[in-house]
């Protein structure tokens, strides 16, 4: 009977078949522990499966999200418009009309932290996209090329990236002229691929030889149906983490290159950008010009990397034998 | 290598490095190229902008920029295998001269920070291992994940801010006070600023990846043994577990030397402090070639080693990655490295 199957619908699925019956008969046999001791058991086997369930990052889900809906909606609730420059309030102590004070630009901050959260949660999303897209393309051709080509590209890659990242980013700037949104997003994206790469390699090379990939090709997929349809489901899982990091580190990229005047202008508005001006709030002693915009960045950051942790399994999983 | 023969494997090292700066080199020096700018403005200054039209022909004719850039490499190639790297259009003397003046300031930032970070990374990972999930290491483990999260040169202007601009008790720029190069107390007066940043920037990293390294360790069937022959814990987490961490550990530093010198770059153009950093940024910026070949070759010439380093201690550990497996350690992302 079971031999049948195997060739009816394949291994894969009649594996799939015979493990939903086990499933079947294990339920059907809690069910028929009926009485106390049964619904014990029960007990036992739900508090099992919650002890096994990581701590889900909730307050980091709802801070990020209360951010990101304020950054997108920030034309409702603003008192100011985030690009007027009121000159007759220049570097304003924080106060009742400015919340946050004013930058020496006489900007209002608080207007410019909520208006410019956008462009910085756009650059993340935005390079992450692009490193996420090079790296996966970059480790799957990695992992399918034969041994030579693969070596070569791995080494490639690594003297590419072995160049500082700062001066990376400094030439491709030069190179692609003056920095807006999409160009800085793209600099930042090709600087941080290796990472993912790396995995994506890895994991292609373990199941470039398995039959459904084999088969795949043999009925004349593309290189593109391969990836997506066989070895994405199979490495998107370990690469997550990493991608949710990279849209820390990208924010985190933005906001440097910014400040050290190689990134966003000061006419468009993010946080690294409203940080530019933070040498001269040095000399005149402005803090607000540096703690507020710093503040909402490291609150963003810190609830992205909850969230990018969370979706990782530490080794905590299981029991310490010490 | 197969196993046999120790030179061939070595030598094979050696070349790759050799090769993979030679191609370095080509990359940094087509791209730098291709920037538009104008390195005349960092020989001949403001004075540039003005010169006449044959003027100017005869200024790039001086310093070698008329020919094409495939003659402009092999004429730098040249001379970079005689040691002789050319002058930088800004400081007017020898690029090692100038790199000479400053690579000290830089080493003894990144190097004292790099000794505190593998010090106080392998305590701080073998406490919250120790105290798994209990009190001390949730605390440090929320601590750490937030430190982590705070821009470096965010965490410079605040130092700066709170010691130099309010408080007036730690310098806020510079490596020393002008006029007192030798002094010593003033230097490392002048070091305890941005060797904080240094080193709370990366502490947490490798701290939590030690600590990681150990929870696997803790789980690994010899504890269960060592453990029921009646071993202390202490002696078990100390002789048994950390010696088998080890060599893992080295292999991290070594991949850390890069991130660490990239973070020490964005912290010295913050303080103004100068070294090495400081200079590459000016010498990206405005296009002294020659100088910014060399130290891209510097730096470049760092990270490949060390990545070499790396592959070459978790070789010798396991022989298994030889035949082509991931050596396990992930990268950081970002302007790290």
Redesign the interface.
Known sequence: MEDKWFELVGRESASRVLSEWEEDRAGERDRARSGFWGSFWQKINRIKIRKKKRNRPVLSLCLLLIVMAGCLGCELFIPKDPLYMDLANYAHEPCREFWFGTDTMGRDLFSMIWYGGRISLLIGLTATAV?TLIAVIFGAVSGLSP?WL?ALLM??S??????????L????Q??L?KANVWSISFVIGI??????A??V??ET?QIRNSEYVTASKCMGGGFFHVLWNHLAPNFISSIMF?VV??V???I??E???S??G?GLPLDIISWGSM?TL?DKA?LS?A?WM??FP?AF??VT??CI??IG?ALKD???S????? | MNGKNPYLYYGGKVLGFFLSMAVLSFVVFYIARLAPGDPLVSYYGERAEKMAPDERAAATGKLGLDDPVSVQYIRWIRGALRGDFGISYKYKTDVTQVIGGRIGNTLLLGGTGFILIFVFSLLLGILCAWFEDRFPDRVICKIGTITSCIPEFWLSLVLILIFAVNLHILPGSGAYTAGREGDIKDRIWHLILPMTIVVTGHLWYYAFMIRNKILEEIRSDYVLLAKAKGLSKRRIMFRQCLRNVMPAYLSIMAISVPHIMGGTYIIETVFSYPGIGTLSYESARFQDYNLLMVLCMLSGGVVILCNMAAQTINELIDPRIRSGRDNGISEVSGLGG
Do not use: Y
């Open positions: 490193s041994r693969d080494r490639l690594e003297i590419l990236l072995s160049v500082p990242g700062l001066l980013v400094v030439l491709l030069a190179v002229g600087t941080g691929w290796m990472g993912i790396k995995v390699r890895t090379k990493m990091m990279n820390r580190s990208a985190l990229s906001s440097t290159l400040f050290m190689i940080l933070a040095l002693g803090w540096i703690l710093g960045l490291i950051l810190v990397t909850n942790s530490g080794a905590g299981r029991e310490s034998n010490l």
